[in-house]
Structures are given as structure tokens and as C-alpha cells.
């Protein structure tokens, strides 16, 4: 009786309630939501969004056709009316010349990362699954090309392909594909030996399964983010090839090209030289910051 006494319409409200039921976020919702709480980061990405639309509307903010020279304008200092950031040694105009040539050196830095993401993934989680000789006869074959340095390796493929924007963009692709596919290699090793994947491997998945659902998922991660700390570099192996007459051709706007133009015009007018330089460290910055932003916020123990 006392026990029914106490049961008030208060409690029963309560019971009747609906419960809320706490859902944990995803693991990719909560790299999303410690990824914004990183100011650096999310300058970065700003920053890299900006050089994206500057490349897709180059023909709408260049003041200047980046192929039209003078003579008589040759070597106009910073600030000259008419042309802000200068003219180089043919009297093109350097403003517009940079913003063309955007293009040219965010496809040359970027594109080659995703190809070689997708081959050097593709490599590495067979090598690291399959095990054994397989393992063996793929890595090893692997670590010959790992053995050079990449721009020892970039020059040499691309001195051997000649020169011009496709063979270059191969050349950068083959340098990435082994750094890619050791990685994969051995997050997937690691991860072939947790219980999960026995426990599949037990209850008669076959290897295409264990791979798509129980090993990809938790490799990617991993090897994305090394992924995107290989833009930086391959921005810098692209300008460097330019820069050696290995990458595009003149008159095409590039900044290693433009590098590679102004380099007799380093006594006369330095800062007009040193413009396609600046812009290079500017943009390998802002995606090394990226992609260092990136790994804290896939870090899920930090």
C-alpha cells in the first residue's frame, strides 16, 4: 500500500516522458566539428578557396592579355600606374601573368596527389593484406623507387618523358605513388591483424569483403592525411620543374616558368623577380597548414 502510495502523478509524468536518446556523432561529423574549431585551418582553407576561384575566373580579374609584351615597358618596378605589381622582361604585366598562372601551378601541385592516392592506396592495402611473397614482391619493388629522392626522381622522369604538362604531371604522380603505398602498406598491416578481421575472416568473408567493409574504412583515414601533406611538396616539385624548362613550356603563365624568365632581372628589379617565388610558399603554406589542421582533427586520442 505504501508502496503505491508513493508512485505520484508526478513520477508517472515523468515515465511517460518521451527519454532523449544521446546519439555519438560519427568519426568523420567529429573530424567536420574539430576540424572549424581550428582557426589556422580554417584560414587556410580560405586562403587555398580564394586561389581556386582566382584560377576559375583568371579571364575576368586580369587586367592584362598575360601573353601581350612591350618593349617598351620592360621591367616596370612595383607599383607603376597601370600595372600594380610590375611588368617582366618581355613588358607583360606580372599581376596578370599570376593570376593565370594559378592555373597551371594549382593543377600541376594538386592533381597528381589524388592519382597517386588512388594507385598507392590501391598498392599498399594489397601488399599489406595479402602478406608474405606478395607482400614481399610488391614492396620491394616499391622501394626502388623509394630509394631516390623525390626531386631526383621528378627531374630524372621527366628529363626522360620531356618536357610539357602531361609528362610532368606522370612524372609527379610516379614520385608520390611509393611514399602513398608504404603508408598504406602498413596501416594496413596493422589493421589485418585485429580480431574484427579474424572474426570476419572466420565466419567466411573473403578477402574482396574483408577489405571494402572491415579494412578500408579505417585505413583511409590514415592515408588521406598523408595524402594532403604531399600537395606542399608536389607545389614546389611542379614550380621546380618549370624552373628547369622540364614542366610547361613559355609563353604559358606558371609560376616556376615565371621564376625561371625573371632570374636576369634579379640585380635590376628583385622584388618583381622574387613575386612568383612569394606566391609559391604563399599557397605550399596555406596547404601544409591544411593538412596539418587535418591530421590534429582526425588525431581522435589527442
Known amino acids: 500500500?505504501?508502496?503505491?502510495?508513493?508512485?505520484?502523478?508526478?513520477?508517472?509524468?515523468?515515465?511517460?516522458?518521451?527519454?532523449?536518446?544521446?546519439?555519438?556523432?560519427?568519426?568523420?561529423?567529429?573530424?567536420?566539428?574539430r576540424l572549424c574549431r581550428d582557426p589556422v585551418a580554417?584560414?587556410?582553407?580560405?586562403?587555398?578557396?580564394?586561389?581556386?576561384?582566382?584560377?576559375?575566373?583568371?579571364?575576368?580579374?586580369?587586367?592584362?592579355?598575360?601573353?601581350?609584351?612591350?618593349?617598351?615597358?620592360?621591367?616596370?618596378?612595383?607599383?607603376?600606374?597601370?600595372?600594380?605589381?610590375?611588368?617582366?622582361?618581355?613588358?607583360?604585366?606580372?599581376?596578370?601573368?599570376?593570376?593565370?598562372?594559378?592555373?597551371?601551378?594549382?593543377?600541376m601541385g594538386v592533381i597528381p596527389v589524388p592519382v597517386a592516392f588512388v594507385i598507392g592506396s590501391a598498392i599498399g592495402i594489397i601488399a599489406g593484406y595479402a602478406g608474405g611473397i606478395v607482400n614481399t614482391l610488391i614492396m620491394r619493388t616499391i622501394d626502388v623507387f623509394y630509394a631516390f629522392p623525390s626531386v631526383l626522381l621528378a627531374v630524372a622522369l621527366s628529363g626522360a618523358l620531356g618536357s610539357g604538362l602531361t609528362n610532368a604531371l606522370v612524372s609527379l604522380t610516379v614520385v608520390f605513388i611509393p611514399q602513398i603505398a608504404r603508408v598504406a602498406e602498413s596501416v594496413t598491416?596493422?589493421?589485418?591483424?585485429?580480431?574484427?578481421?579474424?572474426?570476419?575472416?572466420a565466419s567466411g568473408a573473403g578477402p574482396a569483403t574483408i577489405i571494402t567493409v572491415h579494412i578500408l574504412g579505417n585505413v583511409l583515414g590514415p592515408i588521406f592525411v598523408f595524402a594532403t601533406s604531399l600537395i606542399s611538396v608536389s607545389m614546389i616539385l611542379a614550380s621546380g620543374l618549370?624552373?628547369?624548362?622540364?614542366?610547361?613550356?613559355?609563353?604559358?603563365?606558371?609560376?616556376?616558368?615565371?621564376?625561371?624568365?625573371?632570374?636576369?632581372?634579379?640585380?635590376?628589379?628583385?622584388?618583381?623577380?622574387?613575386?612568383?617565388?612569394?606566391?609559391?610558399f604563399f599557397t605550399s603554406i596555406c596547404f601544409n597548414l591544411f593538412s596539418d589542421g587535418l591530421r590534429k582533427a582526425m588525431d581522435v586520442k589527442s
Do not use: C
Request: no cysteine.
Open 1 to 33: 500500500m505504501s508502496s503505491a502510495s508513493s508512485f505520484t502523478p508526478a513520477a508517472s509524468a515523468n515515465l511517460a516522458a518521451p527519454v532523449a536518446i544521446v546519439r555519438s556523432p560519427g568519426f568523420w561529423s567529429g573530424v567536420v566539428h
Open 42 to 107: 580554417l584560414v587556410a582553407l580560405g586562403l587555398i578557396f580564394v586561389l581556386i576561384l582566382i584560377a576559375i575566373f583568371a579571364p575576368y580579374l586580369a587586367p592584362y592579355d598575360p601573353a601581350k609584351a612591350s618593349v617598351i615597358r620592360r621591367l616596370k618596378p612595383i607599383g607603376t600606374p597601370g600595372f600594380i605589381l610590375g611588368t617582366d622582361e618581355l613588358g607583360r604585366d606580372i599581376l596578370s601573368r599570376l593570376i593565370y598562372g594559378a592555373r597551371l601551378s594549382l593543377i
Open 189 to 201: 598491416t596493422q589493421v589485418r591483424r585485429l580480431d574484427y578481421v579474424d572474426a570476419a575472416r
Open 242 to 280: 618549370s624552373f628547369l624548362g622540364l614542366g610547361v613550356r613559355p609563353p604559358e603563365a606558371e609560376w616556376g616558368l615565371m621564376l625561371n624568365t625573371l632570374r636576369t632581372a634579379i640585380y635590376t628589379n628583385p622584388y618583381v623577380a622574387a613575386l612568383p617565388g612569394v606566391m609559391i
